[in-house]
């Protein structure tokens, strides 16, 4: 059971898109956060922004897929806040639809080094602290519903949203009650991730009941949802945020 209050809230791939709004989101319900990215000045925007509205956070330099990394912001979240209560795996890049057989090796060890190395080298690196305390740690991944069927991106990035999933269902089934993980999958939402993909939003868009991209406020709000009481029995869940799209899948 997590207090949003004061606690403390780890999110990556928060310079930008859905991580930037889940950390304002995150701030406005009181929490301290961690916003970490490997984009510095849009960290220290997000830090600013955050903290110019007498909200918590401090930014650090991370690049989720290098295990050093990950342990400079495991590190200085607990110097900075002493705990880390709700862990947010957000941090993801893009495959740009390439199927296997045009995936070079250099594709998909960046993809899976972002995408699913870098969530299970910062729960493993945060699992200690997230389960230390009375209370449930709270471990949120985005996925995708990549993360559920085949077409939403190529070879590397479905594979690892797929296993972005897997991860989420074991920790949760290794590690609960101290631990409550979930995945939120999105569907098309309008971020820096496609900014430049406005063909395929319409043509995503057409197939969605929402007939419409997902602001990135909407998946924060479930981000909140999540982490908090009013989530307290949904464990090990791949939650879809997908404006129906999956509907008849
Ligand atoms: N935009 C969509 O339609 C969509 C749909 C489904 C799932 N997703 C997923 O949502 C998550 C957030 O994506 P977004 O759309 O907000 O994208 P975005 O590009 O706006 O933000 C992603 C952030 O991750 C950061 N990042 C990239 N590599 C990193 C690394 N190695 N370490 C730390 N930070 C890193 C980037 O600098 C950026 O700030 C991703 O996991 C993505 O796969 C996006």
Redesign the pocket.
């Known amino acids: 059971m997590v207090t949003l209050q004061n606690a403390t809230v780890v999110i ?10 889940m950390a304002v989101e995150f701030a406005e319900e009181g929490s301290n956060v961690v916003v ?4 510095e000045d ?2 220290d925007e997000v830090v600013s922004e955050i903290t110019d509205d007498g909200g918590t956070a401090i930014g650090v330099f ?5 295990t050093e ?1 990950v342990e400079t912001v495991v590190e200085t979240a607990l110097e900075e806040y002493g705990t880390i209560d709700v862990l947010v ?6 495959d740009d639809f390439a199927p296997a057989g045009d995936t070079s090796d250099d594709l998909w060890d960046a993809v899976i ?3 699913l190395d ?1 969530p299970f080298y910062l729960t493993r690196e945060a699992l200690p602290a997230l389960k230390d305390g009375d209370e449930e740690g709270i471990v949120i991944n ?5 993360g559920k069927v085949a077409g ?2 190529g070879a590397a ?1 479905t594979a ?2 797929h296993g972005l999933i897997g991860l989420t269902k074991h920790l949760s089934e290794a590690y609960g009650p101290d631990i409550r993980a979930n995945a ?12 430049d ?1 406005e063909d395929e ?1 319409q043509e ?1 868009s057409a197939v969605t009941p929402a007939e419409r ?2 602001d ?1 406020e909407e ?1 924060a709000r479930v981000a909140t949802f999540l982490a908090g009481d009013d989530s307290s029995f949904i464990h090990g869940t791949p939650v879809n945020v997908d404006g129906g799209m999956l509907v008849d899948k």
Do not use: E, F
């Open positions: 990556t791939g928060a310079a930008s898109g859905m991580g930037r709004a970490v990215d490997v984009d849009g960290t991370g690049d989720v897929s290098d990394s795996n957000n941090a993801g890049i893009l080094g972002v995408n870098g985005t996925a995708s519903i990549a939403g991106g990035y690892s949203k939120i999958c999105p569907g098309a939402v309008k971020t820096g991730m496609t900014d993909m939003l995503m991209p997902a990135p998946i």
